[in-house]
């Protein structure tokens, strides 16, 4: 399975986007994860959940503005920012993993990797 990850771009504070994550093929089994790295920053867990559906989780830090959706049919998970932030000013990665529910915020437990988009929030 290959991810491509897209929809970043430039936005005033207070603005969204809708970032989607492809898959070359269905991951039925996989969990899929959102996480963001900040220039000069650590990457960071954003969100995850089975690609299938069911729960999602989210960072605190997000929370209540940030919202993922899925397209089975296009193989897609999007990621909606809200209500944005100078600080969500980040590059974006979806990754997949096959690991339990309590490790999901764990980025070294993801195995498949999208090349990542740019997300610009202007204050």
């Known amino acids: 399975v290959q991810l491509q990850a897209s929809g970043g771009g430039l936005v005033e504070a207070g603005g969204s986007l809708r970032l989607s994550c492809a898959a070359s093929?269905?991951?039925?089994?996989?969990?899929v994860g959102w996480f963001r790295q900040a220039p000069g920053k650590e990457r960071e867990f954003v969100s995850a959940?089975?690609?299938?559906?069911?729960?999602?989780r989210y960072a605190d830090s997000v929370k209540g503005r940030f919202t993922v959706s899925r397209d089975n049919a296009k193989n897609t998970v999007f990621l909606q920012l809200n209500s944005l932030k100078p600080e969500d000013t980040a590059v974006y990665y979806c990754?997949?993993?096959?690991?339990?529910?309590?490790?999901?915020?764990?980025?070294?437990?993801?195995?498949?990797w999208g090349q990542g988009t740019l997300v610009t929030v202007s204050s």
């Open positions: 959940g089975k690609w299938s559906g069911g729960p999602i």
């Open positions: 093929e269905r991951p039925q089994s996989y969990t």
């Open positions: 990754a997949l993993t096959r690991i339990v529910w309590s490790e999901i915020a764990n980025q070294n437990r993801y195995t498949i």
